[in-house]
């Protein structure tokens, strides 16, 4: 089965600063999701912007995570607004 690819971005209603240490706290919950082989971090600072690029090592791991507590958390927090997956 052929991996996926996400992307994901959102911008910040918080600092930078705060947002840095909001990734801190759930850094470990991400490396634990099952069948994500990598996640790259992105931050535009001067735009107050942020995001990932996932890989996956199939559609079903993007679907549960899609489907899951993480990416529910992404689009309920309110530190990040215009949240695109």
């Not at 991996?3 to 600092?15: E, Y």
């Not at 996640?39 to 535009?44: G, S, T």
């Amino acid at each position: 089965m052929p991996a996926k690819i996400l992307q994901v971005n959102f911008k910040l209603s918080v600092s930078t600063a705060e947002y840095r240490e909001l990734c801190k706290s759930i850094a470990q919950a991400y490396a634990d999701i099952p069948g994500l082989r990598w996640k790259v971090w992105i931050l535009n600072e001067n735009e107050k912007e942020a995001g990932g690029i996932y890989l996956f090592e199939s559609e079903q791991a993007l679907s549960n995570f899609m489907s899951g507590p993480l990416a529910a958390k992404v689009k309920s927090l309110p530190a990040l607004y215009d949240v695109s997956f």
